[in-house]
């Protein structure tokens, strides 16, 4: 479990947030003899910290509060953890479970407005779901200034930037992802390590409106 301070200041950067606009963008270079050519995108939501997760197992639940509170809307981990499991206990959840979870009306607990929000998994290994083009799909989704849920090695992560290296018929292969991570012990804005990119078995869209 995390501290009250921990917990605190994860609020706060979620107030915080609601604030700043996310820039997002798609930058190539030239094409090499080979045809292959290096492409980062992403958005950027400056230099606050995103909400850390407040117990050990709610690394989703602190991506979807992240992911919310990038749209302008409050809802917090317990609640979130609330609506899955019928009350705030610090459980782990699957890929179906979060994205069944995103899925719906929410509340903002802020100012009482109503706003929907959709997952869609993308990827997701242990139940079958894989789509080869994955990555054009997750880059066109962060140039949009979309973040994704990332799941890699049992561990959730906001998915914010992705270096990858593209073919002119627009296929993809990633080569490093840039993540806002919940986990206090670890830096909030990290690339994912080699072993943390081949195994990334989660990847999902989430739409707010």
Not at 46 to 53: A, R, S
Not at 116 to 129: E, T
């Amino acid at each position: 479990m995390l501290t009250r301070r921990s917990i605190v200041t994860g609020l706060a950067a979620t107030a915080a947030m609601q604030s700043t606009s996310a820039l997002a963008n798609l930058a190539c270079s030239a094409f090499n003899q080979a045809g292959i050519q290096q492409c980062t995108a992403g958005l950027e939501i400056g230099t606050v910290t995103t909400p850390l997760q407040q117990c050990k197992s709610w690394c989703w639940a602190a991506c979807i509060e992240t992911i919310f509170a990038l749209r302008g809307h409050r809802v917090a981990q317990p609640t979130i953890a609330t609506r899955l499991f019928g009350g705030d206990v610090c459980w782990s959840a699957v890929g179906p479970q979060i994205i069944s979870t995103v899925s719906g009306i929410w509340t903002d607990e802020e100012n009482g407005t109503q706003f929907s929000a959709s997952g869609f998994p993308l990827l997701d290994m242990q139940f079958g779901v894989w789509n080869m083009n994955a990555a054009p799909i997750v880059a066109t989704e962060l140039a949009n200034g979309y973040p994704l849920i990332n799941g890699a090695l049992g561990h959730a992560t906001v998915l914010t930037e992705m270096t990858y290296l593209r073919d002119r018929f627009g296929r993809g292969m990633p080569v490093e992802f840039t993540v806002r991570d919940p986990w206090p012990e670890n830096p909030n804005r990290r690339s994912l390590n080699a072993q943390e990119v081949a195994g990334t078995n989660f990847l999902a869209l989430v739409r707010v409106s």
